[in-house]
């Protein structure tokens, strides 16, 4: 089983900061990528940041310098740090986990509102 808990959602004016954790317990070993996606309301789930084991990231284009996502391997735990929110960053947040390169696990989701 895993489990995987997303924390940190909520409301935030525009130019403001919000942090993610996504805290993961149970069978996550070995981890292939830990990433965020997002999915707004009438659009398809987009990826947002990804990073692998080896410490590799990627981000979406229009997130690219004011998001930065970070693993804390001792507690297992992921982070996305969001500076410089805009209204368009509005979305339910969602913490992937990919294990052996192929099982894929999702949480539960945690709202981001972002006011203009």
């Known amino acids: 089983q895993v489990h995987l808990v997303e924390s940190g959602g909520g409301l935030a004016q525009a130019g403001g900061s919000l942090r993610l954790s996504c805290a993961a317990s149970?069978?996550?070993?070995?981890?292939?990528?830990l990433a965020w996606y997002r999915q707004a309301t009438g659009k398809q789930r987009e990826l947002v940041a990804a990073?692998?084991?080896?410490?590799?990231?990627n981000y979406l284009d229009s997130v690219k310098g004011r998001f930065t996502i970070s693993r804390d391997s001792a507690t297992d735990t992921t982070y996305l740090q969001m500076n410089s929110l805009k209204p368009e960053d509005t979305a339910v947040y969602l913490c992937?986990?990919?294990?052996?390169?192929?099982?894929?696990?999702w949480g539960q989701g945690t709202q981001v509102t972002v006011s203009s």
């Open positions: 992937n986990l990919v294990v052996d390169g192929e099982w894929i696990y």
């Open positions: 149970g069978r996550i070993f070995p981890i292939t990528t």
């Open positions: 990073i692998t084991s080896g410490g590799g990231t």
